[in-house]
């Protein structure tokens, strides 16, 4: 496989053209030839004009891409080589949606042929991929796993508005369904991946690793996060403390704060509810999910008590809350705990105002219910920076003081202001 795709006598095809698909389809695109599905017309119509959906790749990324965009099924049929990159959340109760990747398996079991190769990239549960995708291909074309088409999963790194850790020079994770179908896969990932593959002894291998690398970061967050409550209580920075300890040479830097998108704040679940089909309940990651979950409602607890306690009229006080972002200098907001903020404000009958440098205000308004507001006011009970992008990095307290009241409150969820908030209030995690 590997050799027909690089003499391009076989294309590569990428399902779900998002923040991970997206990037995979154009580098496999300036070397070999490549198909990119997604269902959403519109989202095709932009790449087809070399726009990213997603606001992550300049247009020059599109350049010298020898690439195709489609949502028709019967283009996918000309590929051989399947990469599905679609999303894998979580429902309302926290219960993984495999929705998008078993309809995608849908997808593939109406082009797959014999002889080609299939390979998942979403995040899933160990298991998932062959328990659970596979049958749906096997059931809609006819075909054996593993003997009229081979499969392996190699799960995605793509780190949004991260321009440092890329698709190439972070190692790939590869594992296929035989000897031959793992060779061949990391042959074809090494095309574009120059710092190389990491080849898993089994698709399980490869997906619980995947899922743990979230794991262990959402767990290290919520460790930071209780610290914060406590320090808080004893009246102690928890910046100033990490600073502190950070200087031992084994200390694990991770810092508190509101964790969200649909990594950190999604992965575990797909664990803990693959760990509880099995009999067993997973309490250390469900304890830091707990925590992690709850801190939303800490922030707003924390601000209204603020508010109140400078004598203002809890229902008649107004908060800017500035950035609404999962995360700092992208625009997506998907699973933003930022959204779960200004809700808990909200049921304090708190007027909230956000601002954001980067997110969609029709976006935002279909998604959770509020847009963005177009003009500030100078009289805010408390200003909430929840997400640090790099544009309200170069704020002074005199820009805050323009903005709010006297009494207010500069809720600083990500501690960049640190040290230069004098005269206003001042509050972090």
Not at 199 to 224: F, G, H, P, Y
Request: charged fraction near 20%; charge should be negative; include cysteine.
């Amino acid at each position: 496989m590997y050799q027909r795709i690089v003499d391009k006598e076989s294309k590569v095809a990428v399902v779900g053209l998002g923040y991970v698909g997206l990037p995979i389809a154009l580098a496999f695109a300036r070397t070999v030839q490549v198909i990119g599905f997604d269902i959403h017309e519109g989202r095709i119509q932009m790449m087809q004009q070399s726009i990213d959906p997603s606001n992550e790749l300049a247009s020059s990324a599109f350049d010298h891409c020898d690439i195709s965009f489609t949502n028709s099924i019967d283009d996918l049929r000309q590929a051989h080589f399947y990469i599905i990159a679609v999303p894998t959340p979580v429902d309302a109760h926290n219960v993984p949606d495999l929705t998008p990747v078993l309809r995608a398996s849908e997808t593939i079991g109406k082009v797959v042929k014999k002889g080609d190769y299939v390979v998942f990239e979403s995040t899933v549960y160990p298991g998932c991929t062959e328990e659970d995708c596979l049958p749906v291909i096997e059931k809609i074309s006819g075909l054996k796993a593993g003997v009229d088409f081979k499969y392996g999963y190699s799960p995605e790194r793509i780190n949004p508005g991260d321009k440092v850790h890329t698709l190439e020079n972070v190692i790939k994770v590869v594992s296929g369904s035989d000897a031959q179908a793992l060779d061949e896969i990391a042959k074809v990932y090494e095309l574009v991946v120059t710092a190389g593959v990491h080849k898993a002894s089994s698709v399980k291998v490869a997906e619980a690793a995947k899922i743990i690398e979230n794991t262990q970061r959402d767990l290290n967050i919520a460790l930071m996060n209780e610290l914060s409550v406590i320090f808080d209580k004893m009246g102690i920075n928890t910046y100033e403390v990490l600073e502190a300890a950070g200087t031992k040479w084994n200390f694990l830097k991770f810092y508190p704060g509101l964790v969200g998108g649909h990594c950190i704040g999604v992965d575990p679940y797909y664990l803990t509810y693959k760990s509880a089909q099995l009999g067993y309940n997973a309490r250390v990651i469900l304890s830091g999910r707990t925590i992690n979950d709850e801190m939303a409602a800490y922030v707003a607890k924390k601000t209204v008590q603020s508010i109140i306690k400078s004598g203002a009229n809890i229902a008649e006080s107004k908060v800017l809350v500035m950035g609404c972002t999962f995360k700092e200098n992208v625009s997506d907001i998907r699973n933003s705990k930022v959204a779960d903020v200004i809700k808990e404000l909200q049921a304090f009958n708190v007027s909230v105002h956000v601002t954001d440098t980067h997110a969609d205000s029709a976006e935002l308004q279909h998604e959770y219910g509020f847009g963005l507001v177009s003009d500030l006011s100078n009289d805010y009970d408390a200003i909430i920076v929840a997400v640090n992008h790099d544009a309200y990095t170069h704020y002074d307290e005199a820009y805050f003081q323009s903005i709010s009241k006297a009494t207010a409150l500069i809720v600083d969820l990500k501690g960049i202001y640190r040290g230069k908030i004098t005269q206003l209030k001042y509050w972090s995690l």
